[in-house]
């Protein structure tokens, strides 16, 4: 029998999940219900519920998810019980914020190179990792055996990175530049635009009274 299509929006759930389950271990609690979990996330429970079914019965009718093995199920189902390498192109105050954040370490995603077409930028160092160029990141990419490329470029370069990302047989990118990447259907492209997520925003603001 076929296994059921997991849609977008369930998988993109499962890291919110993951992150408040974290959050409960922290505080000592071993055992969390779909309602609480419901409450706190301002999910339905029932979502949640069904959600966690497409994966397995995690669950004990009456006591809820044991935290500490949801916890390891939602990371193996997420690939993150496995080291990930990931490549950072564009080496500017946002790439370097993103070398720098270690909460990667913890999930299993680790940067392990950047790249910038900038003559001042390589050789400098992120995060006890050198700036590379960009006519090194083919051979670099698979050499580390890197699975996920990270774009931090202007609009303008960006398309031409992904290209290099996919000759280098990268799996999948997280652009923030603000433009559609044209990649092959079996890659997979996430974007994360802060403009267009601010512009959005103001849609639920208050008219002001004139």
Known sequence: MKPPKISEAVVRRLPIYLRYLNELRLRGVQTVSSQELGQRLDLNPAQIRKDLAYFGDFGKKGIGYDVGYLIEKIRQILKLDKLIHVALVGAGNLGQALCNYNAYLKDNMKIVAVFDASEGKVGSSI?????????????????????????????????????????????????????????????RVHYADFTTELQSLAFYLEEEAK
């Open 127 to 187: 995060n006890q990792l050198a700036v590379q160029p960009m006519n090194e990141l083919i051979d670099t990419v698979k050499r580390l055996g890197v699975r996920i490329g990270i774009i931090t470029v202007p609009a303008a370069e960006a398309q031409n990175v992904a290209n290099l990302f996919v000759e280098a047989g990268v799996e999948a990118i997280l652009s923030f530049a603000p433009i559609i990447l044209r990649v092959p259907n079996e890659l």
